[in-house]
């Protein structure tokens, strides 16, 4: 088929590789000319694992091309909308001026028959008012909401083997039309059984928030444990390894540790609970205030903790973070409880060295103050205190003994729950995990 993608950022740009790697003939577009020069160039512009392979062998094989300028993809049967609809300046709500933008200016190039399929994740009614948009300005076009559930360390694969597809659609014959287009996209998926949940508008729109919200609140619920294990010498993993038996409940998610982040979990709640309040209904979803408050508790207990190991205060003592991504496996530091960490611990006078494997470049634009270095060793070198917030492969891999011989103080925290505390205490570590004792 011929698809479009608007918005080539995390998640517009691997799907229109995955569409590409599918067999159809895909262009990916964005406003930011950087973004799709280095695209076109067969560079994805952010770290996802696999991404820059199937964006080569796709670009190779001339079925995914990249332009700056909509008029390219006016020949598209099916548009893919992929912008981004990041948490508003001022308040909890969703800022929507992107998916408004590409709407708007994808209308004049509609052909006749042509599908817009949403795929951002929008406050619930936002896909009837659009649909009611282009029915007034393109009624030759239809609108489907097809939201997504790709993961950044895992983006490549959630698309193209997704764990359900849903296609939120117009009544009657115009949404099964719809809905047979969408068909076509995932014939590859739906032949390998993907279950497939075709509803309406809202429905779609709420699957989207509605697991974002669960996921926050499944993570800030064995947070919560871990402030009650804390104080009760109980040790929150092997709680989660218990309650995680029950295959009602499940073990995965239920890691504690500094708290969830990145471009997705946190915005997505805070525009959920601001949503309900317009509906009236906030009631139904102020516990997610509380999930927020939660999780951005987990960030300074890290803090409170470092603030202890070092009996009272960090001021010019040399602290190792180890980790600034959101989580492993991504370049991303949007509300990083990594990041965030770091800063405090700047701020309260410490001298912070910053390492990732990854996104160092990203933590930099946001944070120029920090000091940071790619060589976790370097990091390491004279610390007085260790604090691993972001569980990347090599900081979970680190060896008690050896690390020992590169500090000044064998202090670490560990932010993820993710070290062997009784290796780390052999080798003469002072070791604080999040609810461990
Ligand atoms: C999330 C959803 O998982 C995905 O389905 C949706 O499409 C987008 O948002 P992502 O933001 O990539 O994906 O990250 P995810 O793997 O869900 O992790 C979110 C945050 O929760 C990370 O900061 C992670 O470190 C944290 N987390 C996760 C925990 O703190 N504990 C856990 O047990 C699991």
Redesign the pocket.
């Known amino acids: 088929m011929r698809i479009s993608v608007i918005g080539c950022g995390y998640l517009g740009a691997v799907h229109a590789s995955a569409m590409a790697e599918l067999g159809h003939d895909v262009i990916g577009i964005d406003v930011d000319e950087g973004k799709i020069a280095a695209l076109a160039a067969g560079r994805p512009p952010f770290f996802e694992p696999g991404l820059p392979e199937i964006l080569t062998s796709a670009t190779a094989t001339g079925r995914l091309r990249f332009s700056t300028d909509l008029a390219d993809a006016a020949d598209a049967e099916v548009h893919f909308v992929a912008v981004g609809t990041p948490q508003a300046a001022d308040t909890h709500a969703a800022d929507l001026r992107y998916v408004d933008a590409a709407f708007t200016s994808l209308l004049p190039h509609l052909a006749d028959g042509a599908l817009v399929v949403g795929k951002s994740?929008v406050p619930v009614g936002t896909a009837a008012r659009l649909a009611a948009l282009i029915a007034r300005e393109a009624p030759g076009a239809r609108l489907a909401w097809n939201p997504?559930?790709?993961?950044?360390?895992?983006?490549v694969k959630?698309t193209l083997e997704p764990d359900r597809l849903v296609y939120g659609v117009a009544a009657g014959e115009q949404g099964m039309a719809a809905a047979s287009v969408l068909d076509q996209v995932y014939r590859a998926a739906l032949e390998a059984g993907t279950p497939r949940i075709v509803t309406d508008y809202a429905t779609a729109e709420l699957v989207?928030v509605a697991?974002?919200a669960f996921?926050?609140t499944?993570?800030s619920f064995?947070?919560a444990m871990s402030e009650i294990a804390d104080v009760t010498g109980a040790d929150v993993t092997a709680l989660a390894d218990a309650i995680g038996h029950d295959a009602r409940i499940g073990r995965?998610?239920?890691?504690?540790?500094?708290?969830?982040?990145?471009?997705?979990?946190p915005k997505?709640i805070r525009a959920f609970t601001a949503r309900a309040d317009e509906l009236g209904r906030g009631d139904s979803l102020a516990f997610l205030k509380e999930v927020d408050t939660i999780n951005l508790r987990q960030r300074q207990r890290v803090v409170d903790l470092a603030v202890d190991a070092l009996d009272g205060s960090v001021f010019r003592k040399k602290v190792a973070v180890l980790g600034v991504t959101?989580?492993p496996e991504?370049d991303?530091v949007r509300d990083?409880?990594a990041l965030d960490v770091a800063v405090t611990l700047k701020g309260l006078g410490a001298d912070v060295v910053a390492t990732d494997p990854e996104g160092i470049e990203n933590a930099r634009l946001r944070h120029p103050q920090l000091d940071y270095t790619s060589s976790a060793r370097e990091a390491l070198r004279d610390a007085d205190l260790v604090v691993l917030v972001?569980?990347w492969r090599e900081y979970r891999a680190l060896d008690p003994e050896h690390t020992a011989g590169l500090v000044r103080g064998r202090r670490i925290i560990d932010g993820?729950n993710v070290l062997d505390p009784v290796a780390w205490r052999a080798a003469g570590w002072a070791y604080r995990g999040i609810g461990r004792p």
């Open positions: 994740t997504e559930f790709l993961r950044e360390g895992y983006a959630d989207k697991a974002n996921l926050a499944k993570i064995i947070n995965r998610f239920l890691n504690a540790g500094v708290g969830f982040g990145g471009g997705c979990l997505d959101f989580k991504s991303d990083s409880p972001t569980e993820r």
